[in-house]
């Protein structure tokens, strides 16, 4: 195992993260405290025009109201999320589909759906806190997805290193966060995030070749062995 490459990658990749992670969570706070606000308006208007429609028809009123209470199904809904998150999730694959790291419809078998439920819904206080768990969960993974990808890579990196998966990933990485820090440009961040996506699917059919590999030779060599 190669210690120090995957030490390096932990490192740079969590770097990279970090910023992004803390900068969805004070969005989360300042739309927490904006929220209330508007609560603490909007409970003052509707009762001062209440107040003033039941002097005049109450039953009219009532009606009224019944008739505006809508549900919605949010599993149908089409879901836009923020290029920092995508940066994240796209540069920390394995990390991100295991916590479910903000997804809209979380699996029942991820980290958010275990602690957060299956549905993202407005955040409340209880949320964001629930949130910050589900952050140093995804941290966690990271730094264990990195040591594994780094200290183990596939192919022959110390020949052409540049050509590994783990090293296209990163540098893709690096590229995306330098530009979606940038408010200007962060929309073209989505190119380099897309490509660290394609590597990582290059990286999981290396993975799946290696292991094939490995489980033929070890079944020849014990059918020769069987043989002899």
């Known amino acids: 195992?190669?210690?120090?490459?995957?030490?390096?990658?932990?490192?740079?990749?969590?770097?990279?993260?970090?910023?992004?992670?803390?900068?969805?969570?004070?969005?989360?706070?300042?739309?927490?405290?904006?929220?209330?606000?508007?609560?603490?308006?909007?409970?003052?208007?509707?009762?001062?025009?209440?107040?003033?429609?039941?002097?005049?028809?109450?039953?009219?009123?009532?009606?009224?109201?019944?008739?505006?209470?809508?549900?919605?199904?949010?599993?149908?809904?089409?879901?836009s999320y923020p290029v920092q998150v995508e940066v994240v999730r796209f540069g920390n694959f394995p990390a991100s589909a295991l916590t479910g790291w903000r997804l809209f419809c979380r699996p029942k078998w991820?980290?958010?759906?275990?602690?957060?439920?299956?549905?993202?819904?407005?955040?409340?206080?209880?949320?964001?806190?629930?949130?910050?768990?589900?952050?140093?969960?995804l941290c966690l993974l990271i730094v264990?997805?990195?040591?594994?990808?780094?200290?183990?890579?596939?192919?022959r990196p110390q020949k052409r290193w540049w050509r590994e998966a783990g090293i296209i990933i990163t540098a893709c990485t690096v590229v995306a966060t330098c530009l979606v820090l940038i408010p200007a440009v962060e929309k073209v961040a989505r190119l380099p995030d897309l490509l660290a996506g394609v590597a990582w699917l290059w990286w999981f059919c290396l993975l799946a070749w290696t292991t094939l590999r490995f489980a033929w030779r070890r079944a020849a060599g014990w059918l020769t062995r069987q043989s002899n």
Not at 32 to 61: G, Q, S
Not at 122 to 132: E, F, K
Not at 144 to 155: E, N, R, T
């Open 110 to 137: 991820s980290l958010s759906g275990i602690m957060q439920g299956q549905v993202m819904t407005a955040p409340t206080d209880a949320d964001l806190s629930l949130q910050r768990r589900v952050d140093i969960g």
């Open 1 to 79: 195992m190669n210690w120090r490459r995957g030490l390096m990658l932990v490192g740079i990749n969590l770097v990279l993260a970090m910023p992004l992670i803390l900068m969805m969570e004070a969005r989360d706070a300042q739309w927490l405290r904006e929220h209330k606000e508007n609560l603490v308006l909007l409970a003052r208007e509707a009762a001062a025009r209440d107040a003033v429609l039941k002097e005049k028809t109450p039953a009219r009123v009532d009606a009224a109201q019944e008739e505006e209470s809508v549900s919605f199904n949010y599993e149908g809904l089409l879901v």
């Open 144 to 155: 264990i997805q990195w040591l594994l990808v780094g200290g183990f890579p596939l192919g």
